[in-house]
């Protein structure tokens, strides 16, 4: 079940690399046309979201927070990739070490992790989460505002991660459910829904106008770090015994490559070549 688990996780990576490329093109069209909604190519980044997010769903089921979120951030040396024409030749030197990092440090997050789950979780655990949950909507409207690309793109990646955050919790959480009206009665239920839908405007806005990389190096960052570090505290997700520091290094060498994938162009945006 961990295989089926890590191979979902990395279906999900692809998907949302895809998903970025191909809303990116979206919302540039909505500039000069039909509203971004009405766009073809938005909609299919957001199909393209959801088969992602059902993938995700079913890794954070098997593995813990931190592993599933460092794999879908190989999205952004995917992403890269795909901006260059799949060609790593094509890569400035900073990128392709970007890239390489990137995948060495998901190898060894992937090979770290425990793959259980708690029983039980903290009696505090979900109304931690929704209060956090609930202090990310107050403050969405102000970073909206704002409209700084890289606020959005740290929101989204908020948004998400709550949502990973959220699914992770439904199982184990304190209220029991055999029935689609017990699970309608679940306030996490909800949660997974609105935080994925603040995800999903925020990206697109941090997408509307700024880079496809920066964003979604951003993104990735908050994905890993923050719900990476609740789940461990908060939620009872697990390192292997014995695997703590590759784990560590791993996640620095992940994030690391993120970040000079992100400083190699950090202004310019390249035509996307996925169709």
């Known amino acids: 079940m961990t295989i089926l688990a890590l191979l979902a996780a990395a279906g999900a990576m692809v998907g949302n690399t895809v998903a970025a490329l191909w809303e990116a093109r979206g919302s540039r069209l909505a500039r000069y046309g039909r509203a971004l909604w009405l766009q073809p190519w938005f909609i299919a980044g957001l199909v393209a979201d959801v088969l992602a997010w059902l993938l995700t769903v079913v890794a954070l089921r098997f593995l813990p927070v931190f592993a599933v979120q460092a794999i879908l951030a190989g999205a ?157 505290v908060l939620l009872g997700d697990r390192i292997r015994d014995g695997w703590e520091v590759p784990a560590a290094v791993g996640v620095v060498l992940a994030l690391a490559g993120v970040l000079l994938l992100t400083r190699s162009d950090p202004d310019r945006e390249r035509p996307s070549r996925v169709h």
């Open 76 to 232: 952004i040396a995917l992403t890269t990739l795909a901006d260059n024409g799949w060609s790593p030749w094509n890569l400035v030197r900073r990128e392709r070490v970007g890239v390489v990092s990137v995948l060495a440090g998901l190898v060894l997050v992937a090979g770290s992790a425990a793959p259980d789950r708690p029983e039980d979780l903290p009696e505090a655990a979900t109304p931690i989460l929704l209060v956090s949950f609930g202090l990310l909507l107050v403050a969405a409207p102000f970073v909206w505002r704002v409209g700084r690309p890289m606020l959005l793109a740290l929101l989204a990646g908020l948004g998400f991660g709550g949502t990973a955050l959220a699914v992770r919790a439904l199982h184990p959480g304190p209220v029991s459910w055999s029935s689609i009206g017990d699970l309608l009665r679940d306030p996490l239920v909800y949660a997974v829904v609105v935080m994925g839908v603040l995800g999903v405007l925020a990206f697109a806005a941090a997408l509307r106008d700024g880079s496809v990389g920066t964003a979604t190096a951003v993104l990735s960052v908050t994905e890993v770090v923050v719900p990476g570090i609740v789940g461990l």
